[in-house]
């Protein structure tokens, strides 16, 4: 498994990542297959899939709704090169912005090669699970049923669960594993490479993602805003980095916004005397600095947007199609 584990190769901050279609792909027989990860909101998406690449990619917390865009994770896996999209939650959406980030984890699926569905094994079919499996003969491609999370259900249950849903919906097989411990992991990854059709890698071999550096850093930062902040704040606020500038010494400046949608929000988010901010920002620098591999100086400022989430200009910066209604 030491293919997926390679130095990160990343693509430079603010430049749009873009497939390097003359790769040589260094393999003789090259496979590859584009994987969508669907599910409802919580179901461990975004864990799975910074298991399966072996590196954290995308964030996570224990709140719903984390994810609003499609992030793409590539893991190599002997000749195959797997490419996931982790995609956000699906359940039924009020708001605009759910609406957009509804409506985008469809897409991601149906652009894909291969879907995999994940239950929260904890959780079983509840509504949001059988409203997932009701739309899902809309997807014509292949699927698997990924049950998770299994290091906290018994094994009785599991099996009945997975019989449950293989009547619901077909499935090409199923996988139970847990995204967290990383148990049945590896069986799921290299069932996907045994079943990845013939063709060219599209990314060359040592890339895991293909978010910009300064999406990713804005993402760490909302991250830990998700993790610290209680109720809806998460929900009503939104991160984006403005500059990204790398110094002589070596080190980088990062200034970046959090905008959220009233005075009182700007208050709990700055906290205590900054206690808050600050504290996140410690974090976020630490995490930042790991991916950017550099000494990193992050300056967090907090606006007043009201109706942010009703403005185009934040969903581009989100890299989500803006809703109609
Ligand atoms: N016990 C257990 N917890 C898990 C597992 N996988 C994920 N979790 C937890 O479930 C919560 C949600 O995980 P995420 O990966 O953010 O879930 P998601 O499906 O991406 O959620 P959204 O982005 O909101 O749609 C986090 O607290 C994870 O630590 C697992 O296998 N076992
Ligand atoms: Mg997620």
């Known amino acids: 498994m030491a293919d997926n584990r390679r130095a990160s190769k990343r693509p430079r901050p603010g430049l749009p990542a873009v497939a390097d279609e003359d790769a040589v792909t260094p393999v003789d027989n090259p496979h590859c297959d584009f994987v969508a990860l669907i599910g409802a909101p919580n179901a461990g998406k975004s864990t799975l899939l910074n298991a399966l690449v072996g590196s954290k990619i995308a964030i996570v917390s224990h709140k719903v709704q984390t994810t609003r865009a499609l992030v793409r994770g590539i893991a190599v896996q002997g000749s195959a090169q797997l490419v996931f999209i982790d995609t956000p939650g699906i359940f039924q959406p009020k708001r605009r912005l759910d609406r957009a980030m509804v409506s985008t984890a469809w897409g991601g699926a149906r652009d894909a090669d291969l879907v995999g569905v994940l239950i929260d094994a904890r959780k079983g079919l509840d509504e949001e699970a059988e409203a997932l499996l009701d739309k899902l003969p809309e997807i014509r491609q292949p699927k698997v049923l990924i049950l998770n999370k299994v290091d906290v259900v018994d094994k009785e249950r599991l099996l009945t669960l997975a019989q449950a849903i293989n009547q619901r919906a077909a499935f090409a097989a199923t996988f139970m594993l847990s995204a967290l411990t990383g148990d049945g992991v590896g069986d799921l990854r290299t069932w996907l490479a045994e079943h990845a059709p013939a063709g060219p890698w599209h990314y060359p071999p040592d890339q895991m993602s293909d978010a910009p550096l300064r999406s990713l850093a804005a993402e ?19 991160v984006e980095t403005e500059t990204w500038k790398e110094l002589k010494d070596g080190s980088v400046r990062i200034e970046q916004t959090i905008y959220v949608e009233r005075e009182s929000q700007r208050k709990i988010v700055l906290g205590k005397g900054g206690q808050t ?3 996140i920002g410690a974090e976020a620098r630490r995490e930042i600095a790991e991916i950017a591999e550099a000494p990193v100086h992050l ?6 947007r009201e109706g942010w989430s009703e403005d185009p200009e934040r969903y581009r910066e989100m890299g989500l199609e803006f809703p109609k209604e």
């Open 220 to 238: 760490i930062t909302r991250e830990k805003l998700c993790q610290r902040l209680h109720q809806e704040l998460p929900y009503q606020s939104t």
């Open 277 to 279: 901010i600050k504290a």
């Open 299 to 304: 300056f967090l400022f907090v606006k007043v």
